[in-house]
C-alpha cells in the first residue's frame, strides 16, 4: 500500500510540470508570475542615451512591450529579457535644457501590464548659433517682437505690441505675464530679475517687484508722452525719455507730481526753440544717470538729432552726417557710441559731436563692451572685436530675416526679430552659446 501510494503522487505531478512548461514557451510570463515593474535607470539621460527597466516577468517579446515618453514618443527596445527591459531615446529632443517626462512601460500578453515613472531629459545647447524659439506674428498691430532684455541668462523679457513675455529657461519657452497691463507697451527695463518698469501709450507705468506676477498702475500726466526710452539704476531711482524730446529724472518714488520730474527738454522737441509737430524721439541709451544718449528727428527742422549727457553735462545738437531721423542709439562710453536711421545707415560717434558713417547698414546694434559688438543687416549677424572698424558675418539670417534688437548675458548673446516669409510672418529669437 505504501509502494503504490508513491507512485500516485508522482502520476498526479507530472502533467503539472508540462503544463508549467508550455506556458512559458511563448516567451512571456508563466500564469503564477504577476509582471512588475520596479525601477527606471537612469533617472537622469541624454538623447540616445539607454534607459533600462527592471522588474519580474516583464516579457522576452519586443513586440509585445511598449515604452513611451509622454504617450507620444515611441522607444526603441533593444532587450527583453523578463526581468530586464531596455529602450534607447530618440537622438534629438526640440527643446534646449531639462525636461521631465512620463515613461510608460506597457506589456501587451496574456496578461495586461502597464507602470508609469518619471526621468529628466537634458538636451545641452549647442555652441554658437542657434534659433532657440519662434512664435507666430499675426499683424503689425499684434505680436511683432521689439526690445529683448536679460537680466541673467536665465531670465529674460521681451515685449511687443500687445504684451510683455518671460522666459525662465534661456529663450526656449515664453510665457505672457498677467493681462492687467495695458495694451501697446513702448519700453521696459529691468534693473534685476524680480523688479521691472513697464511704459505704455496710454500714459501709464506698470512696476513689479516679484518678477512679473502682479503689477502696480502708476498713470502719468497726460505731458508725459510715453514713447522714448526707460533707463533705471535701481528699482526705483533712473530715467524716462518721452517722445517728445524730455528727459525725467525717477527719483525713488512713483509720485507723478515730485517721484517722477522733468529734467531736460531738447531744443529739438516739440515744445523746443526747434520744434514742431514731427518732433519725435523714438531712442535711448545709458550708462549711468549721468551718462546717456537720446536720439530721433528733430521736429520741423528736419535730420536727426541727438541730446547727450556726458558726466551730468548735457548737449544737444543735430547729427550733419545723416539727414534721417535716428531710430536707434547706442552709448557705449563717453567716446564711443553708436546710432542707426531710417535708411538703416549704420553712424558712430567717437566724442565731441564727432559721428561718421560706417560702410555697413543696420537694423540692430548692441556692444557688449567698448572692443566687441554686434550688428544685423539683411543677409547677417556681424561681430566686432576692435570697436567696430571691422566686422566679420558670424551667423547667417534666412531670406526675409529682420533683426530689432539685441541683448546679452555672461558671454550669451540673443538677437530678435521677425521673417515674412511665404509662411507668413513667423517671430523668432536666435541665441549664440559660447
Same mark, same amino acid.
Not at 52 to 79: A, H, R
Given at each position: 500500500?505504501?509502494?503504490?501510494?508513491?507512485?500516485?503522487?508522482?502520476?498526479?505531478?507530472?502533467?503539472?510540470?508540462?503544463?508549467?512548461?508550455?506556458?512559458?514557451?511563448? *516567451?512571456?510570463?508563466?500564469? @503564477?508570475?504577476?509582471?512588475?515593474?520596479?525601477?527606471?535607470?537612469?533617472?537622469?539621460?541624454?538623447?540616445?542615451?539607454?534607459?533600462? !527597466?527592471?522588474?519580474?516577468?516583464?516579457?522576452?517579446?519586443?513586440?509585445?512591450?511598449?515604452?513611451?515618453?509622454?504617450?507620444?514618443?515611441?522607444?526603441?527596445?533593444?532587450?527583453?529579457?523578463?526581468?530586464?527591459?531596455?529602450?534607447?531615446?530618440?537622438?534629438?529632443?526640440?527643446?534646449?535644457?531639462?525636461?521631465?517626462?512620463?515613461?510608460?512601460?506597457?506589456?501587451?500578453?496574456?496578461? !495586461?501590464?502597464?507602470?508609469?515613472?518619471?526621468?529628466?531629459?537634458?538636451?545641452?545647447?549647442?555652441?554658437?548659433?542657434?534659433? #532657440?524659439?519662434?512664435?507666430?506674428?499675426?499683424?503689425?498691430?499684434?505680436?511683432?517682437?521689439?526690445? !529683448?532684455?536679460?537680466?541673467?541668462? @536665465?531670465?529674460?523679457?521681451?515685449?511687443?505690441?500687445?504684451?510683455?513675455?518671460?522666459?525662465?529657461?534661456?529663450?526656449?519657452?515664453?510665457?505672457?505675464?498677467?493681462?492687467?497691463?495695458?495694451?501697446?507697451? &513702448?519700453?521696459?527695463?529691468?534693473?534685476?530679475?524680480?523688479?521691472?518698469?513697464?511704459?505704455?501709450?496710454?500714459?501709464?507705468?506698470?512696476?513689479?517687484?516679484?518678477?512679473?506676477? @502682479?503689477?502696480?498702475?502708476?498713470?502719468?500726466?497726460?505731458?508725459?508722452?510715453?514713447?522714448?526710452?526707460?533707463?533705471?539704476?535701481?528699482?526705483?531711482?533712473?530715467?524716462?525719455?518721452?517722445?517728445?524730446?524730455?528727459?525725467?529724472?525717477?527719483?525713488?518714488?512713483?509720485?507723478?507730481?515730485?517721484?517722477?520730474?522733468?529734467?531736460? &527738454?531738447?531744443?529739438?522737441?516739440?515744445?523746443?526753440?526747434?520744434?514742431?509737430?514731427?518732433? #519725435?524721439?523714438?531712442?535711448?541709451?545709458?550708462?549711468?544717470?549721468?551718462?546717456?544718449?537720446?536720439?530721433?528727428?528733430?521736429?520741423?527742422?528736419?535730420?536727426?538729432?541727438?541730446?547727450?549727457?556726458?558726466?551730468?553735462?548735457?548737449?544737444?545738437?543735430?547729427?550733419?552726417?545723416?539727414?534721417?531721423?535716428?531710430?536707434?542709439?547706442?552709448?557705449?562710453?563717453?567716446?564711443?557710441?553708436?546710432?542707426?536711421?531710417?535708411?538703416?545707415?549704420?553712424?558712430?560717434?567717437? *566724442?565731441?559731436?564727432?559721428?561718421? #558713417?560706417?560702410?555697413?547698414?543696420?537694423?540692430?546694434?548692441?556692444?557688449?563692451?567698448?572692443?566687441?559688438?554686434?550688428?544685423?543687416?539683411?543677409?547677417?549677424?556681424?561681430?566686432?572685436?576692435?570697436?567696430?572698424?571691422?566686422?566679420?558675418?558670424?551667423?547667417?539670417?534666412?531670406?526675409?530675416?529682420?533683426?530689432?534688437?539685441?541683448?546679452?548675458?555672461? *558671454?550669451? #548673446?540673443?538677437?530678435?526679430?521677425?521673417?515674412?516669409?511665404?509662411?507668413?510672418?513667423?517671430?523668432?529669437?536666435?541665441?549664440?552659446?559660447?
Amino acid at each position: 500500500m505504501y509502494f503504490l501510494k508513491i507512485t500516485v503522487r508522482i502520476l498526479f505531478l507530472l502533467p503539472l510540470v508540462l503544463l508549467i512548461h508550455a506556458c512559458t514557451k511563448d *516567451g512571456q510570463h508563466a500564469n @503564477s508570475g504577476t509582471p512588475v515593474a520596479n525601477a527606471v535607470t537612469p533617472f537622469t539621460v541624454h538623447p540616445g542615451d539607454t534607459l533600462t !527597466i527592471q522588474g519580474n516577468y516583464l516579457g522576452t517579446d519586443p513586440t509585445k512591450i511598449q515604452v513611451t515618453l509622454n504617450d507620444t514618443i515611441k522607444l526603441s527596445i533593444i532587450k527583453a529579457a523578463d526581468s530586464v527591459v531596455t529602450v534607447v531615446l530618440p537622438p534629438r529632443f526640440a527643446f534646449w535644457g531639462s525636461r521631465q517626462f512620463k515613461v510608460t512601460f506597457t506589456l501587451n500578453g496574456t496578461v !495586461i501590464y502597464t507602470a508609469t515613472f518619471s526621468i529628466t531629459v537634458t538636451e545641452p545647447e549647442p555652441k554658437g548659433w542657434f534659433t #532657440v524659439a519662434t512664435f507666430p506674428v499675426t499683424n503689425a498691430f499684434g505680436t511683432v517682437p521689439d526690445e !529683448i532684455i536679460f537680466p541673467t541668462d @536665465s531670465i529674460g523679457f521681451y515685449h511687443t505690441y500687445d504684451g510683455l513675455r518671460k522666459t525662465r529657461d534661456g529663450g526656449e519657452t515664453w510665457q505672457t505675464t498677467p493681462s492687467n497691463l495695458t495694451y501697446v507697451p &513702448t519700453f521696459v527695463s529691468a534693473p534685476d530679475t524680480s523688479h521691472l518698469w513697464y511704459g505704455t501709450l496710454d500714459f501709464r507705468i506698470f512696476t513689479t517687484n516679484d518678477g512679473g506676477s @502682479s503689477w502696480q498702475d502708476h498713470p502719468l500726466p497726460a505731458y508725459l508722452v510715453a514713447g522714448g526710452g526707460i533707463y533705471m539704476s535701481s528699482p526705483t531711482t533712473g530715467k524716462i525719455v518721452d517722445a517728445n524730446g524730455r528727459i525725467y529724472n525717477v527719483a525713488g518714488s512713483f509720485d507723478t507730481t515730485s517721484g517722477i520730474v522733468l529734467e531736460h &527738454t531738447s531744443p529739438y522737441a516739440f515744445f523746443g526753440t526747434h520744434g514742431g509737430g514731427l518732433s #519725435v524721439y523714438t531712442s535711448f541709451s545709458a550708462i549711468d544717470d549721468d551718462n546717456l544718449m537720446m536720439g530721433g528727428a528733430g521736429g520741423n527742422y528736419g535730420g536727426a538729432s541727438v541730446t547727450v549727457k556726458m558726466n551730468g553735462v548735457y548737449d544737444d545738437y543735430t547729427v550733419a552726417v545723416t539727414t534721417w531721423p535716428l531710430t536707434k542709439v547706442l552709448l557705449v562710453n563717453n567716446t564711443l557710441g553708436f546710432a542707426i536711421d531710417t535708411k538703416n545707415n549704420l553712424l558712430k560717434y567717437t *566724442g565731441n559731436r564727432t559721428w561718421g #558713417v560706417l560702410p555697413q547698414t543696420a537694423t540692430a546694434v548692441y556692444f557688449v563692451n567698448a572692443t566687441t559688438g554686434y550688428i544685423a543687416d539683411a543677409r547677417s549677424i556681424y561681430l566686432t572685436q576692435d570697436g567696430g572698424q571691422s566686422w566679420n558675418p558670424v551667423f547667417n539670417l534666412q531670406s526675409g530675416d529682420i533683426v530689432f534688437n539685441f541683448a546679452a548675458h555672461d *558671454g550669451k #548673446v540673443w538677437a530678435i526679430g521677425n521673417n515674412q516669409g511665404s509662411a507668413g510672418t513667423v517671430g523668432f529669437i536666435y541665441k549664440y552659446n559660447p
